[in-house]
C-alpha cells in the first residue's frame, strides 16, 4: 500500500492533522517533543486507502535527539510516496530549509503553512503561488486548529499520490562540494546521491558506514578527498547553505510586520525565580493537591469505589455469582480477597481510574497552555546540580500522572546519561498519580505528616540526583528551547487527550491488574504469600511497621498504584497508626518501580540498568525507613 | 556599530548574529535548529535566570554556555 508520512518541526500540529486525516487522535500539546512514537493510521483520499505515519519531530536530516533519529530512519527505511511538511507559517525562514532537504532527498513534498490564524495576527504576509513556484512543491495554507486548509490539502495529496513520481522533479542547487561528492556515488540509496554526500560530508556516523559498506574502494577515496576539503574551508558554509537558500527564495515574497510581540505579565511572571517558583506552588497545590488528591482520590474514589461499587454493584454481583457458581475456589478467584472482581477490577475502575484520568486532565491542561515549555526554563538552574536540563521537567512531571508513561518519555532528552538519571529519579522518588492522589488523601488529616512526607520524598530526589552526577560520566547537556505562545487550552481538546491517555493507560493496566489479581489468588492458595509475608516480617519490623505491610509492598512491586490502594485498605482497617502511616507512605513512594515500570525500564535501558536502578530504589526505600523509624523513637524520647 | 556578546546586552535590545563562537558541529546545529545563525535578528528578552531571546516570531530559552557563544553588531 502505498504511505504518506507527515514530517515537521515539534509543536507544528503534525498531531493535529493526524486527527483530521484519520479521526485519531495522538497526544496534541504545546510542548515540543510529546510524540515520542511513531503513529501509523489510515486516511482514505478519493477512494483509495493510504498508510500515514505521525512522525516526532524533527529539525533538520542531520538528528540531534533519538526522537529526530527515530523520524530519519522512517523516512530512510519506508520512503513514503509523500511527505506532508506542516510548518508554522510565521516561522516559515527557519522551516523551510528542512522542506528544501526533503525535496533534494527525492521526496515528493506538500509544503503546509500551518496557523495562518497567528500568522495573519501578526502581520505576515506571504505570496503562496510565487513560493510554490520558486520551491517547485504545491504549497497549502492552514490553520489546522480551526479545520482549514485540510479540504484543500486532501486535494493536493490526492493529485500527487495520482501523479508519476519522476513527473514531478525539481532540481535544486546545492553546495558545490556537496555536488561533486554526489557524482562520485555508484549505489542506490533510498535518498538521493546528493543528500547522501551532504550527510557523509557531515560525517553522519550511520550514513558514512553506509557508504563504506556499498561504495568501492576508488569512490571513497574521492570521497576522502572531498571531505579534506570541506573541513579544510569553513564548515559553517555546508552547515548553512540551505538556510541561505531558503532565504533567497523567500526574498520579497515573505513580509513581516515591525510589530513586536510583547512579553506579557503571565509569562514574565513565569520567567522569573520567584514569581516563577510561586506559580508553580499554586499550580501544584490546585493541580495535584486540591484536583488530584481531594478531588480525585477523595470525591470521586468515595464515589464510585466507595458507593457505586462497594455498596450496589459488588454485593450483587457476588450475590448473583455465589447461587451460579459452587465451587468455592472459583469463588475465590473472582470474588475473594484478592479475586480479579473483588481486587482487581475494583481497584482498577474504582480507585485508578478516577485519580489516574483527573491527573490527566490536568496535565493536558498544562500542556496545552504552554506552561511546561516555561516551567522547564525556570527548572533549568534547579536542575543543573541534579545534572540535568529543563528538559527533563516533561518526564518528571508526566512522572506524577505514570511513570511508565514517563520513562517512555525520556527518550526526548539528549544523552544517555541524562535519560539514565531521569529514569532513576521516576523510579525511585516520583510518586505516581495514584500513589500520590492515595498519600494525599491518606496523609492530609495530619498536615505535618503531608510536610514530613515532602521533605523525606524532596531529599531523597535531589540527593540521588547529586550523587548520580557526580558518579555519572560525561557533561551535563545545556539547555535550549522554544517557548511557544500562551495559549487557552480549548476544554474539547483536553478531554480528548485526557481520552487517548487513559486510553493507553487501560490498555496496558488493565490486563496486569487482572494478572495480578491471579497471580495472587495463586500465592494465597499454595501459602506462598504467607510464606512471602513471612520473610518480609523482619524488614517490616526494621522499619517499625505491622507484618501485613509485607503483602502491600508486594502489591506495589506489582503495580505501584496498586500497592497505594493496598495501602488505603490496611488504613482504613486500623493496621497503622499515624507515624506507622508515614513511614508506610514514605516507603512505598520510594519502593521498587511497578511491573510495569520496570519492564518499559528494561526495553528502553537495558536489563543491566533497569536492575542497578531497581536495587537502588530497594535500598533507598528500606534506608529511609529505618531512619524514620528511628527518627521517631527519638522523639518519643 | 559594535560588537558585543548576547550576555552584554540590555533587555529589550536588538542585534544582528555576526558570529558563533564555536566549531562544534552538534552544538551548531541545535542553534541552527532555531534559527540561530550569523546575519539574523534577534532580540533579547531576559538574562536571568537563563537567556530568552526572540528570533522572527518565536521565543527561545538558551542556557548560558550556549548564549555566551552568541556575538552580535548592536546600533548603539
Known amino acids: 500500500m502505498h504511505s504518506i508520512a507527515l514530517i515537521g518541526n515539534p509543536n507544528v500540529g503534525k498531531s493535529l492533522l493526524f486527527y483530521h486525516l484519520t479521526g485519531n487522535y495522538v497526544t496534541v500539546a504545546n510542548y515540543p517533543g510529546t510524540t515520542v512514537e511513531i503513529t501509523k493510521g489510515q486516511v482514505n483520499l478519493g477512494g483509495r486507502n493510504y498508510v500515514i505515519y505521525d512522525t516526532p519531530g524533527m529539525y533538520s536530516f542531520s538528528p540531534i535527539t533519538e526522537e529526530e533519529a527515530v523520524t530519519r530512519r522512517l523516512l530512510w527505511e519506508l520512503a513514503p510516496d509523500l511527505v506532508v511538511h506542516v510548518t508554522d507559517a510565521k516561522n516559515l525562514p527557519r522551516m523551510l530549509p528542512l522542506t528544501l532537504e526533503l525535496i533534494s532527498a527525492g521526496f515528493q513534498v506538500i509544503l503546509v503553512l500551518n496557523m495562518m490564524d497567528e500568522a495573519e495576527k501578526a502581520g505576515v504576509r506571504i505570496n503562496f503561488t510565487r513560493l510554490a513556484e520558486r520551491i517547485g512543491v504545491p504549497v497549502v495554507a492552514a490553520a489546522f486548529t480551526q479545520g482549514r486548509g485540510v479540504t484543500a490539502l486532501k486535494r493536493e495529496m490526492i493529485k500527487l499520490l495520482a501523479a508519476n513520481k519522476s513527473q514531478q522533479f525539481f532540481i535544486l542547487r546545492e553546495h558545490p562540494l556537496v555536488a561533486k561528492a554526489a557524482s562520485f556515488l555508484q549505489a542506490q540509496y533510498p535518498f538521493s546521491r546528493q543528500m547522501v554526500a551532504r550527510l557523509y560530508l557531515e560525517e553522519d556516523q550511520e550514513i558514512k558506514k553506509l557508504v563504506h559498506q556499498k561504495e568501492s574502494r576508488e569512490v571513497q577515496e574521492y570521497l576522502a578527498g572531498c571531505l579534506a576539503k570541506v573541513k579544510k574551508q569553513n564548515d559553517n558554509e555546508l552547515l548553512l547553505y540551505r538556510f541561505r537558500q531558503a532565504e533567497m527564495m523567500l526574498s520579497g515574497i515573505f513580509r513581516t510586520s515591525t510589530r513586536h510581540s510583547k512579553m506579557g505579565r503571565l509569562e514574565a511572571l513565569m520567567l522569573q525565580p520567584l514569581g516563577g517558583f510561586l506559580l508553580m506552588v499554586v499550580v501544584a497545590y490546585v493541580g495535584l493537591y486540591l484536583l488530584v488528591g481531594r478531588f480525585g482520590a477523595g470525591y470521586l474514589v468515595d464515589l464510585l469505589e466507595g458507593v457505586l461499587l462497594g455498596e450496589i454493584v459488588l454485593p450483587v454481583f457476588s450475590a448473583w455469582l455465589h447461587r451460579l457458581i459452587s465451587s468455592p475456589k472459583t469463588l475465590d478467584l473472582l470474588v475473594g480477597d484478592f479475586g480479579i472482581i473483588t481486587l482487581g477490577l475494583r481497584y482498577a475502575l474504582g480507585v485508578i481510574l478516577p485519580i489516574v484520568s483527573t491527573y490527566f486532565f490536568v496535565f493536558a491542561w498544562l500542556e496545552d497552555s504552554g506552561y511546561l515549555p516555561r516551567l522547564a526554563f525556570w527548572a533549568n538552574s534547579w536542575m543543573r546540580p541534579l545534572g540535568l536540563n529543563g528538559r527533563a521537567i516533561l518526564p518528571l512531571t508526566l512522572g506524577f500522572g505514570c511513570g511508565t508513561m514517563a520513562v517512555l518519555v525520556t527518550r526526548t532528552l539528549e544523552s544517555t546519561r541524562e535519560r539514565f538519571i531521569a529514569t532513576f529519579l521516576l523510579a525511585v522518588a516520583v510518586p505516581c498519580s495514584a500513589q500520590l492522589g492515595l498519600i494525599l488523601a491518606l496523609l492530609s488529616a495530619e498536615p505535618v505528616f503531608l510536610f514530613l512526607w515532602l521533605v523525606m520524598v524532596g531529599s531523597i530526589f535531589f540527593l540521588s540526583g547529586k550523587v548520580l552526577n557526580s558518579l555519572l560520566p560525561g557533561p551535563r547537556t545545556p539547555f535550549f528551547m522554544e517557548l511557544p505562545p500562551l495559549r487557552l487550552p480549548s476544554l474539547s481538546a483536553i478531554l480528548q487527550k485526557t481520552g487517548a491517555r487513559m486510553r493507553w493507560y487501560f490498555r496496558e493496566i488493565c490486563p496486569v491488574f487482572i494478572g495480578i489479581s491471579v497471580l495472587l489468588w495463586f500465592l494465597q492458595q499454595t501459602g506462598l504469600l504467607q510464606q512471602i509475608s513471612n520473610f518480609l516480617a523482619p524488614l517490616m519490623a526494621l522499619m517499625g511497621l505491622p507484618s501485613q505491610m509485607g503483602t502491600v509492598f508486594l502489591f506495589g512491586f506489582l503495580r505501584r498504584d496498586y500497592g497505594a490502594a493496598g495501602l488505603w485498605d490496611l488504613y482504613q482497617q486500623g493496621f497503622l497508626d499515624g507515624g506507622q502511616l508515614l513511614i508506610a507512605a514514605v516507603v512505598l513512594t520510594l519502593f521498587l518501580p511497578c511491573l510495569a515500570q520496570l519492564g518499559i525500564m528494561m526495553r528502553e535501558r537495558g536489563l543491566f540498568f533497569a536492575m542497578i536502578i531497581a536495587g537502588c530504589a530497594l535500598l533507598v526505600a528500606i534506608m529511609a525507613g529505618f531512619l524514620l523509624r528511628l527518627l521517631f523513637a527519638l522523639a518519643v524520647i | ?76
Open chain 2, 1 to 76: 556599530m559594535g560588537i558585543i556578546a548576547l550576555r552584554q546586552m540590555r533587555n529589550g535590545q536588538k542585534g544582528k548574529i555576526v558570529e558563533l563562537a564555536t566549531h562544534d558541529r552538534t552544538i551548531l546545529r541545535k542553534l541552527r535548529s532555531l534559527g540561530i545563525i550569523p546575519g539574523v535578528s534577534v532580540r533579547l528578552l531576559r538574562r536571568f535566570p537563563d537567556t530568552v531571546i526572540e528570533i522572527g516570531y518565536t521565543k527561545v530559552a538558551l542556557d548560558r554556555q550556549y548564549a555566551a557563544l552568541i556575538y552580535l553588531s548592536c546600533k548603539d
